[in-house]
């Protein structure tokens, strides 16, 4: 099984500035079949970003993913009151597919 | 437009069964996978199992293998989980959500969640 490392657990910032999600791999990612998901409180989880780098139908393009192998990257530009948020890393590509324990990225 | 509806908050005994749907529309149901994640209460997400409605196939999650049990009806487009027996520590919220992109997709529509909670 392919255990995701999500870091920082939790990132204090503000709005306007840029916020940089990690998420480590215990074994390379096949094919770069990396996900970002986004969840806000009492809310369902929402595709942000798919194959590490492409981002999902209607994502702003403040939202931007990289990386391959076992380090991945989600990189929120410039931070909007509406991307206060825990974020998901998630690999498809091996079998039990398996979510990192998220980000969550705080008001500072 | 793609939609997954989830069947109703659930409060169920200790030993007790019980079965959980999502229905899916708007897109053809059986060409789709359609994945079961739990949350916890105030945990992140747990990949249970997939399935193909097309042809039953389906995939456990080690960690579920045994304790739930995957399936769907694709005459009317709903996919199921259900337990024989639960447990209090089954109470969380359950997530139907689509695969896009065949059998090694991301998730790309979420059902918007059935919470179950187990409690004598």
């Known amino acids: 099984e392919i255990v995701l490392t999500q870091s920082p657990a939790t990132l204090s910032l503000s709005p306007g500035e840029r916020a940089t999600l990690s998420c480590r791999a215990s074994q390379s990612v096949s094919s770069s079949y990396l996900a970002w998901y986004q969840q806000k409180p009492g809310q369902t989880p929402r595709l942000l970003i798919y194959?590490?780098?492409s981002r999902a139908t209607g994502i702003p393009d403040r939202f931007s993913g990289s990386g391959s192998g076992t380090d991945f990257t989600l990189t929120i530009s410039r931070l909007e009151p509406e991307d206060f948020a825990v974020y998901y890393c998630?690999?498809?590509?091996?079998?039990?597919?398996?979510f990192g324990q998220g980000t969550k990225v705080e008001i500072k | 437009e793609v939609q997954l509806a989830q069947s109703g908050a659930e409060v169920k005994k200790p030993g007790e069964s019980l079965k959980i749907s999502c229905k899916g529309s708007?897109?053809?149901?059986?060409?789709?996978?359609i994945a079961w994640v739990r949350q916890m209460p105030g945990k992140g997400l747990e990949w249970m199992g997939i399935m193909y409605p097309g042809d039953s196939d389906i995939r456990y999650s080690p960690s579920f293998q045994g304790q739930v049990t995957i399936s769907a009806d694709k005459s009317i487009s709903t996919a199921y989980v259900q337990w024989s027996s639960l447990k209090a520590s089954d109470t969380a919220m359950y997530y139907c959500?689509?695969?896009?992109?065949?059998?090694?997709?991301?998730?790309?529509?979420w059902g918007q969640g059935t919470l179950v909670t187990v409690s004598s």
């Open positions: 194959g590490a780098s």
């Open positions: 708007g897109y053809s149901f059986t060409t789709y996978w």
């Open positions: 959500a689509r695969l896009a992109l065949g059998v090694a997709g991301p998730f790309d529509y």
């Open positions: 998630q690999q498809y590509g091996s079998s039990p597919w398996t």
